[in-house]
């Protein structure tokens, strides 16, 4: 009898990949996406957060840690108010959003679309809301950037204006970090 076919993969994420009963050969050294989920939820308990609304890129690997972050949030009361998404354009989701005056919007992106995203939002004609106070952050990830998550927060200073934090989870990788993206928008 042939011995099955074992697979094993240093960069995929995707949450569907941990099924055994689909993928039963299949290893990673590469955590599955929704590892970040915990940490996501724990953020918005920490800032007192209730509500949040989400943006993703449609693909698969984004797709299942929404689920799995809805599911959590769910969990710990907290709501998602919108979720809005896109195959390869995100002026309507962008738009879409700013429409319904979220504050606190939680991203699901490759990086190349990350930048669409911010710029998107940057250039788009309505004035960017206006947070109850100053220190009100507004939370984005975006996925897969060589591998390694990093998560930014782009705090309200004033209209127009915003400053940018990155937050690297510990890693035992000697990789060098990026550094903190700037807070102009990028042109593309």
């Not at 591998?147 to 127009?160: A, D, W």
């Amino acid at each position: 009898m042939p011995q099955p076919l074992m697979s094993f993969s240093y960069g995929s994420s995707s949450p569907a990949l941990s099924n055994r009963q689909r993928f039963p050969t299949f290893f990673r050294t590469h955590p599955s996406a929704t590892l970040h989920n915990p940490t996501r939820v724990q953020l918005f308990q920490k800032w007192k957060w209730t509500k949040i609304a989400t943006i993703q890129q449609t693909t698969e690997v984004f797709t299942s840690t929404l689920d799995d972050l809805e599911a959590r949030t769910k969990e710990a009361g907290i709501e998602i108010s919108v979720r809005q998404s896109f195959l390869t354009d995100p002026a309507p989701a962008v738009k879409n959003l700013k429409r319904t005056n979220a504050r606190i919007i939680v991203g699901l992106f490759y990086e190349t679309e990350a930048r669409k995203v911010f710029c998107e939002y940057s250039t788009t004609t309505s004035t960017p809301p206006t947070p109850p106070d100053s220190t009100t952050p507004v939370l984005t990830h975006t996925s897969t950037v060589s591998h390694t998550s990093y998560f930014h927060i782009h705090q309200y200073i004033h209209p127009h204006q915003y400053s940018t934090h990155t937050i690297t989870p510990p890693s035992t990788s000697t990789q060098p970090t990026p550094s903190t993206p700037p807070s102009t928008p990028v042109k593309l």
